[in-house]
């Protein structure tokens, strides 16, 4: 099932799409971290069970780290470490972003998914029996026209 930030990350410009497959390159965007793959044409993440509410941790908190790819018509092969950290007691979340863009955003747990918009809009969800993988998109950080997905785990 797809994961849709509040502000829909817009998918590669057609121009920005034909321009780099007239260079000889292909499509960015299928990357996998960590148990689980990203499919940029179905802008879905795949490989490991969705976490379920009930598997959700209500108390501690982590850090989950790993990587993010970045699109965009100004870089198109972006990519950083990405840094989530979660307070399962408080139900909250904190994305940081560093390399090809850079920026730290807050957001709310919600069942077992997360979401937030303070600093850039992302959304998420938990992965695993117990929710050791999350992964999700974000938008509106760098250049206009970027977007991005990140994979990170405990």
Known sequence: MPIIPRRTPRRIPAALGLALLAAGCSLPGDW????LSYDLRSNSFSGLPETTAAQMPTSGSAVFTGEYRH?????PFGKGSASLGVDFAAGT???SLTGSVNGTASGTISGSGFSGSSGFDFA????????????GLFSGIGPSDSFGQFITRR
């Open 124 to 135: 998420g969800k938990f992965y695993g029996s117990t929710a050791g993988v999350a992964a």
């Open 32 to 35: 996998s971290y960590a148990g």
């Open 71 to 75: 699109l965009s018509r100004t870089n």
């Open 93 to 95: 979340v904190q994305l």
